[in-house]
């Protein structure tokens, strides 16, 4: 999780190739009406984000019905949205990728076509509501290259599950 140019999209496929399970992008399960206002450079409000939010539920849910797991690179960026994702999968483990203003704009500039303009990551940056003292989750920050981070999400991971089993 985190905002625009955090690294999410990389990592993640990144951890789930490790991990050897199924990746989503939750970029791609935008309802259409979603890209096009951000294409237009307009924020994303609460509404806008629910069946977007539901979508991506279902899709961790299934995947934890079907028993594979697996890993989605979504924003998340307040609570009641991780809320909403751990009341459709309760076993989700949330790994917020952070870094400076001017790092994510550099990022945002150099990668191709994306529906997401850099006008929006202010209005992102002041969404995010990191994660909270009881939240299933850590920080990586974005610093590391995404190798780096799958390596600390690994770790992390297997510390909760060794945790969980103790």
Not at 17 to 33: C, E, I, K, T
Not at 86 to 107: N, V, W, Y
Not at 137 to 142: A, E, F, I, P
Request: hydrophobic share 40%; net charge negative.
């Amino acid at each position: 999780m985190g905002v625009s140019g955090s690294g999410k999209s990389s990592t993640a496929r990144m951890l789930a190739r490790r991990l050897g399970v199924p990746f989503a992008d939750a970029d791609d399960m935008h309802p259409r009406a979603n890209i096009v206002k951000m294409r237009a450079g307009v924020a994303l409000d609460d509404t806008d984000r629910e069946p977007w939010l539901a979508k991506v539920g279902h899709w961790l849910r299934d995947r934890a019905a079907d028993g594979t797991g697996g890993v989605v690179a979504c924003s998340a960026l307040k609570r009641r949205y991780r809320d909403s994702l751990r009341a459709a999968a309760p076993g989700i483990f949330f790994l917020l990728l952070t870094a400076d203003r001017d790092e994510l704009l550099e990022r945002m500039a150099q990668r191709g076509e994306h529906f997401m303009p850099a006008s929006l990551l202010d209005s992102q940056l002041a969404a995010l509501e990191p994660l909270e003292s009881g939240e299933p989750g850590t920080v990586l920050h974005g610093t590391r290259s995404p190798g780096q981070a799958v390596d600390m999400a690994i770790a992390c991971l297997d510390e909760v599950i060794e945790r969980d089993q103790g």
